[in-house]
């Protein structure tokens, strides 16, 4: 702030200061935009692989509690199996089919996630004692989540 010729003991900002000052203030005002906008982009992508991962749990929780409570089990293929009750009938059949472009993990033939699962493999040990459960999801952002997990089965 300076003395204002001709205007006598009056202070001020003349015009130019006050333009550098905007121009300034602008400037700030743009870039803590621009982080603002980076850092809703990473929470945006933070939350959705978060939500596929809980999706991945929430599936494979399903499977092995189902796994657990059966009486036996029939493997069909590698992406294909059955739990039975004491008298051999189905309580559960999973497997993964074809949806449009699409892979879908389906219970008694019902969806059980929205995503695509691009991989589901089942394989059990030389003793048939324990099987292990591998499930990759991929959401429509393209994030992409593998889950795994080993079942112990009753005897």
């Known amino acids: 702030m300076r003395w204002l010729p001709g205007r006598g003991n009056e202070k001020g900002f003349s015009v130019m ?3 550098v000052a905007c121009s300034l203030a602008i400037l700030v005002m743009m870039g803590l935009g621009h982080l603002m906008l980076g850092n809703q982009a ?9 939500e596929l991962q809980q999706e991945a749990s929430r599936v494979l929780d399903r499977m092995s509690h189902s796994l657990r409570a059966a009486d036996g089990i ?5 992406s294909e199996f059955k739990t039975l009750d004491p008298g051999e ?16 993990l389906q219970e008694n033939g019902t969806d059980m996630q ?14 048939s004692s324990l099987l292990t459960l591998s499930l990759e999801l991929l959401d429509e952002a393209g994030n992409r989540v ?4 080993m079942v112990s089965l009753r005897p």
């Open 74 to 78: 029939s493997l069909l293929n590698s």
């Open 114 to 127: 929205d995503s695509d699962c691009t991989v589901f493999s089942v394989s059990a040990n030389s003793d």
């Open 89 to 104: 009938t189905v309580l559960h059949h999973y497997r993964r089919v074809a949806s449009g472009s699409q892979y879908r």
């Open 42 to 50: 990473a929470w945006n992508w933070g939350m959705s692989k978060l």
């Open 17 to 19: 200061e006050l333009m």
């Open 146 to 149: 593998s889950s795994m997990t």
